[in-house]
């Protein structure tokens, strides 16, 4: 299974684009990264998902990079309700399983 | 409705104790899984159900035994427990997936205490 890597914690200033990285190196060719955020004890809350193409939605832009080792979810405009635990996940192929990596931790600064 | 609703909120037991866990979802959705997260850890895998079949089981004690008694409902039925099985107990589903992408839906979690 692909696993992910992303740095446990960042700071955003409010309205600032806020720009999480996240390293799948080994992922596999139908492998789709999906970003998922967190915030204290409630359920994760999906935000954006993509497989080669970068994506974009009301939330969030997600960027993969062309050899699909790496990716970028992007927050516009971050506010301090986008304080959470972001976590990168990569959806085993033709499966239903979702293994979380560690995350990071935003924490967005007035 | 987008909701998947998990029933207790909280709840306390003790080692001796059988207990159940419910979740809830009325969006079609033929995936449901649960997930155990201990204080700031990531969410981990225990059990996928797919079309009220259990497809995986990620080596799980069998303290935890998971039931899917129809399309809506998923339950985690709890004997036996451990302190250290005091965590955060997720639920969530999805559309059958496949090799398609579909996102899976949350629900807020049932905060177990084993005394």
């Known amino acids: 299974d692909a696993k992910t890597t992303q740095p446990p914690s960042m700071d955003c200033a409010e309205g600032r684009a806020a720009n999480l990285p996240c390293n799948h190196s080994?992922?596999?060719?139908?492998?789709?990264v999906y970003w998922y955020r967190q915030i204290h004890s409630q359920g994760p809350q999906y935000i954006i998902h993509g497989l080669k193409n970068n994506e974009t939605n009301e939330m969030a832009s997600l960027i993969i990079t062309e050899d699909r080792k790496s990716s970028t979810l992007i927050l516009p405009h971050a506010t301090l309700r986008d304080t959470a635990v972001y976590y990168c996940i990569v959806r085993v192929e033709a499966g239903n399983q979702f293994y979380f990596g560690t995350g990071t931790s935003l924490t967005v600064i007035p | 409705d987008t909701e998947v609703t998990q029933t207790p909120k909280h709840l306390v037991m003790g080692m001796t104790n059988k207990k159940s866990l419910k979740c809830e979802q009325h969006?079609?959705?033929?995936?449901m899984y649960w997930y155990k997260q201990k204080a700031k850890k990531p969410p981990e895998l225990m059990f996928v159900y797919s079309y009220e079949k259990l497809s995986i089981n990620e080596s799980v004690p069998s303290r935890f035994s998971p039931e899917c008694p129809n399309s809506s409902l998923l339950n985690l039925h709890l004997h036996a427990l451990q302190p250290e099985d005091s965590a955060l107990y997720l639920c969530?589903?999805?559309?059958?997936?496949?090799?398609?992408?579909?996102?899976?839906?949350f629900g807020p979690g049932t905060r177990l205490t084993v005394t």
């Open positions: 969006m079609g959705h033929r995936a």
């Open positions: 969530a589903s999805s559309q059958e997936s496949g090799v398609n992408s579909y996102e899976q839906y």
């Open positions: 080994t992922i596999s060719g139908n492998e789709y």
